[in-house]
C-alpha cells in the first residue's frame, strides 16, 4: 500500500510541470468568469504568472513571455501593444551594461583585481575577509552578482586551503616538565626545536610526551577545526552579501534596479515628465546605503563566526604561504595585455559618461543635447559597440596577416555570457506593468491600501519594505520586483507623495535577500560548496535582514529625500490628483442633484 503510494507521489512529481502549467488556468477560471471588469482580466494573467514564477514550472524568463498570449486572449490589450513594451530605453542600458560586463569577464580583469585587491590586505582573517568582500562588492555594481560570486569563492577556497595546510605544519605544541631540570620546549613544525632551558632536550620531549593525554588532543584539534570551519563560514556568507549588496549600488548592478527605472520612466512620461532616475542620482542615493551595509555585514560576521578573534595570524609563515597562494594564482593570470587595458579604458570611459550625463541640476554633458535626446543607454550602446571594433592586438603585433584584427569581444562570447534571459524578464515586467495601468488594477489596489494613510509615510515604508524582503526569500526578487512597482506607484500618488517614495525602497529591499540558499543565485552558489549550512545563513541573514532595512529606510528619509524630493508629489501629478478629485466631486453632486429631483 506504502510503495503505491510513494510510487504514485513519485509519478506525480514527474510531471509536476506539466500539471502547473495545465491546472493553473483552469483553477482560476472563476476569477475571469464571475468577476467582471478589466481588472480582473489583468489580476487573472498576473496571478498565472506569479504562480508559475514561484514555482518555476517554466523557465522564469519563458513565463515572462506569457503577457503576449494571455493579454490578448482575455481582451485586455492587443498583441502588438504588448509586444513593443519588451524593448524600451531601459532595456537597452542594461543590453549595454550586460555587453561590457561580458567582455570585461572575457578578460578576466575581474580576478585580476580581486586577487591584487587580496595581495594587499594580508591574512588576518579579518581583513582577508574585507579583501574578499571589497572586489567582491565593487565588481557586482557592474557585472553579474552570481558571475562576481562563482568567480570569488575558488579564489576564497584556495586561501582557505593554505590556512589549514599552514595551521598543520606551524601547529605549536608547548610542553612543561616539571622536574629537577625544569626544562620548557617549544616545538616548531616538525623538525625546529627550541630549548628555553640548558636542560636535557630529549629526556624533555620524552617525559612531556607520557604526560600528554590522548584526550586533550583530541580537545586542541576539535577547537582547531571548528576555528577553522567558523572561518569558511564567514568567507564563504561574507562573498555572497557582498555581491547582493553591491548589486544595490548601481543601476545596472541587478535586474529588479533596472526594472524600477523602467517603471519610473513610464510613470513620468505619462505626465509629460523627465524621470529623476539616473546613473548619476541613483548611485548617490544607493551607494552609501550599499556602503554602510557592506560595512555591518563585515562586523557582524566578524562577532558571528569568528568571535573577534585571529585565526593563527600571528605566525610569520602562514602570512606568507597565504600570500604566495594568491601571489601564485595571480602570476597564472600573466602580464596585463594590450586587450586587458582598452577594455578597462572602455569601462571607465562609461562610468565617467554614465555619471556626468546628468550631475543632479549643476549640468552635465547630457545638456548639450536637448532634453530626451541622449540617455543613460546612449554611452551604455557606444561602448557596447566600440568592443566590437576596437582591436584586441597591436597591428605590428599581428601574427596573422590578411585577416582581420580581432576585437575586444567576439559576438560568440557575447551570446555565451550575456544573459539575455533576463533581458525577456524585463520585458515582461514592462508589459505587466503596462496591463495593470491599462487594466486601472493597480489603481484599484493602491485605493485599498489607502487603509494605510493614517501611517506615518516612514513607517509604511518601513513595512512595505520587510513585507518585500521576506517575500524575496522564497521567490524571485525581479518578480516580486515586477510585481509591486505599479503598485507602490498608485498607493504613493494616492497618498500624494512623490511616485519614487514607495517604488525606490521596495525595489533595493527585493536584494536584501540573506536568509535562504534559494533567496538569491550568490546565495545559492556559496551553499553548494558545503561549507554553510541552512541554520548558518539564517542565523547570519536574520539579523542582516533587518538592518538593511533599516538602513534603507532611514537613507531614504534623509539623503534620498534631499535628491529626489520624496515627500513632495510632483506638481504634473498634483493636477491629475486634482482633476481625479474634481472628477469624483462632480459624480457625487450629480448623483445627489437627481436623487433630490
Request: charged share 15%.
Amino acid at each position: 500500500m506504502s510503495s503505491g503510494i510513494r510510487g504514485a507521489c513519485s509519478g506525480l512529481l514527474t510531471v509536476r510541470n506539466i500539471l502547473v502549467v495545465v491546472l493553473t488556468p483552469i483553477v482560476l477560471l472563476p476569477l475571469l468568469l464571475l468577476v467582471k471588469g478589466d481588472e480582473a482580466k489583468c489580476g487573472y494573467c498576473i496571478i498565472i504568472m506569479a504562480v508559475f514564477w514561484v514555482t518555476e514550472a517554466l523557465p522564469i524568463a519563458v513565463t515572462s513571455l506569457l503577457p503576449v498570449i494571455l493579454f490578448p486572449m482575455v481582451g485586455l490589450m492587443y498583441a502588438k501593444d504588448v509586444s513593443s513594451t519588451y524593448i524600451n530605453d531601459t532595456a537597452m542600458l542594461f543590453v549595454g551594461g550586460l555587453i561590457v560586463a561580458a567582455a570585461i569577464e572575457n578578460w578576466n580583469i575581474h580576478k585580476r583585481l580581486a586577487l591584487r585587491v587580496l595581495m594587499l590586505v594580508g591574512s588576518e582573517p579579518r581583513w582577508l575577509m574585507f579583501g574578499m568582500m571589497l572586489p567582491t562588492w565593487f565588481l557586482s555594481m557592474w557585472i553579474s552578482n552570481t558571475a562576481t560570486t562563482a568567480m570569488m569563492i575558488p579564489i576564497a577556497n584556495a586561501v582557505l586551503v593554505q590556512l589549514k595546510e599552514t595551521r598543520d605544519k606551524d601547529e605549536t605544541v608547548r610542553v612543561t616538565a616539571v622536574g629537577e631540570e625544569d626544562i620548557q620546549l617549544t616545538v616548531i613544525g616538525k623538525d625546529e626545536v627550541k630549548n628555553s632551558t640548558n636542560g636535557n632536550i630529549n629526556n624533555g620531549i620524552d617525559k612531556q610526551g607520557e604526560k600528554r593525554s590522548e584526550a586533550d588532543d583530541r580537545k586542541s584539534d576539535e577547537s582547531t577545526e571548528a576555528e577553522y570551519l567558523r572561518m569558511c563560514k564567514a568567507l564563504s556568507l561574507a562573498i555572497a552579501y557582498s555581491a547582493n549588496c553591491g548589486g544595490v549600488a548601481s543601476l545596472t548592478g541587478t535586474g529588479p534596479n533596472v526594472i524600477m527605472k523602467g517603471a519610473a520612466d513610464i510613470v513620468f512620461q505619462e505626465k509629460n515628465m523627465t524621470s529623476p532616475v539616473t546613473f548619476a542620482s541613483w548611485m548617490q542615493y544607493c551607494l552609501p546605503i550599499s556602503a554602510i551595509i557592506v560595512i555591518f555585514v563585515w562586523i557582524w560576521l566578524q562577532v558571528l563566526f569568528l568571535r573577534c578573534k585571529t585565526y593563527n595570524s600571528g605566525s610569520p609563515e602562514q602570512a606568507k604561504r597565504v600570500r604566495n597562494a594568491v601571489r601564485k594564482q595571480y602570476e597564472e593570470l600573466g602580464p596585463i595585455t594590450f586587450g586587458q587595458v582598452a577594455v578597462i579604458i572602455h569601462f571607465t570611459l562609461l562610468a565617467v559618461l554614465w555619471v556626468t550625463r546628468e550631475l543632479g541640476g549643476v549640468g552635465g554633458w547630457g545638456d548639450i543635447f536637448d532634453e530626451r535626446t541622449v540617455t543613460d543607454s546612449t554611452p551604455a550602446i557606444l561602448i557596447s559597440i566600440s568592443l566590437f571594433l576596437f582591436p584586441s592586438i597591436l597591428p605590428h603585433n599581428f601574427k596573422e596577416k590578411g585577416k582581420p584584427l580581432p576585437p575586444l569581444l567576439q559576438w560568440k562570447a557575447a551570446e555565451k555570457m550575456v544573459p539575455w534571459g533576463v533581458v525577456l524578464l524585463l520585458g515582461g515586467g514592462f508589459a505587466l506593468a503596462k496591463g495593470s495601468q491599462v487594466s486601472g488594477l493597480s489603481k484599484l489596489i493602491g485605493d485599498q491600501l489607502t487603509v494605510f494613510k493614517d501611517f506615518e509615510p516612514w513607517l509604511m515604508n518601513l513595512v512595505l519594505c520587510f513585507i518585500v524582503a521576506g517575500a524575496t526569500e522564497v521567490t524571485s526578487n525581479t518578480a516580486i520586483c515586477t510585481l509591486m512597482m505599479p503598485i507602490m506607484k498608485e498607493l504613493a500618488i494616492t497618498l500624494e507623495v512623490n511616485p519614487l517614495y514607495f517604488m525606490f525602497p521596495t525595489a533595493i529591499a527585493t536584494s536584501f535577500a540573506f536568509m535562504l540558499p534559494v533567496a538569491t543565485p550568490p546565495n545559492a552558489v556559496v551553499f553548494s560548496y558545503g561549507f554553510v549550512k541552512v541554520f548558518d545563513m539564517v542565523t547570519a541573514g536574520f539579523l542582516l535582514n533587518i538592518i538593511a532595512v533599516l538602513v534603507l529606510v532611514f537613507g531614504t528619509e534623509t539623503w534620498g529625500d534631499a535628491i529626489f524630493g520624496f515627500h513632495t508629489l510632483p506638481d504634473g501629478f498634483r493636477v491629475a490628483v486634482n482633476q481625479s478629485l474634481s472628477t469624483n466631486l462632480t459624480d457625487i453632486l450629480t448623483t445627489t442633484a437627481t436623487s433630490s429631483i
